[in-house]
């Protein structure tokens, strides 16, 4: 008898009080600045790397038996589907429940939920969504086996507070729509194929998308956020070579006219071929009213720092600090 992996979930989730019924319950979205594709476990195996990512608001919520996208266009790349799922198990977890706080980590919730994602695929989702959501905040996760490192996966770093840098990194950042719906599936099978080939153009493109995530990776870390910019336009580069899929003459036209008007660098966030592009921006305004003069939708995205449960109330008594939640 197969069990899912949500049911170890269900283990760890104790509570101390009587819940009534949960209301509304809140997450957060992801934006990836650096390194996606490095979080899909076979490609991981081929080119360790890492991936940088950040949790993001404007929220999504759940209320009255549904998931609300608020602002947020379906399909753009930054992880509403399994920002959907998450929703959906912890109101599920509440239900099933009598008590009030859960006593499993951000991370242990995080991996339940790409390992349920993933039990009918054969893992072809990555890890790096449900862990941006669930943990909040910066996060560079690595990915493969670098040699010396115990595990495949680690979060090696987790930034849960507004430094300098980081609302440096905020206040740069621009989310605007290119107007175009994302085919993400059919790009993933691509993909998949082409790897499986070993095509060598394909596989040097991965590698660079790696490369690109340690460099952001240490930028991060070394708080030189302003570095991120260069570094996000490297990494669409490489993708688009990865998945020449990925990008059409109207995608590259919109990423040149904000690069001309104000953008230092950017790239499309998730598998691509639509969706949100991720900016960042010397004169985030002049940018912002490019892209409205184009009919685009423009979001400007808030760091949201606490993960999924405190946010939610449901570990009120746990600060929300990162400490040892790697698989």
Known sequence: MHISPLHNLYKLSYFSELMEEVKELIAPLRIDLAGGWIDVPEFAQIFPGYVVN???????????????????KQGGGIASSTGAIMLHSLKSVIDHSYLKKVHCTSAEFAESIFRWENAMINFRIGRQDPYAIALGGINCLRFGDHGWHATNFEVETHIDEKTPEIEQLEKSLLLVHSGIQRQAQNIVEVVRKNVAAREKNHLKALR??????????????????????????????????FAPESTSPEIDAIYNRMLQHGARGGKLCGASGGGYFVFYCDDREQVKKEAESLGLQV???EFEMKNILTLNGLNPENPDIFKDESV
């Open 54 to 72: 950040a949790a993001i608001r404007p929220h999504i919520w759940y209320t009255q038996q549904r998931v609300d996208f608020g602002v947020y």
């Open 208 to 241: 660079d998308i790696a490369q690109a995530g340690i460099k952001a990776t240490r930028a991060v870390q070394k708080g030189h956020v302003e570095k991120l910019a260069e570094i996000m336009s490297e990494n669409w580069d490489a993708q688009k070579r």
């Open 299 to 301: 979001i400007v995205p």
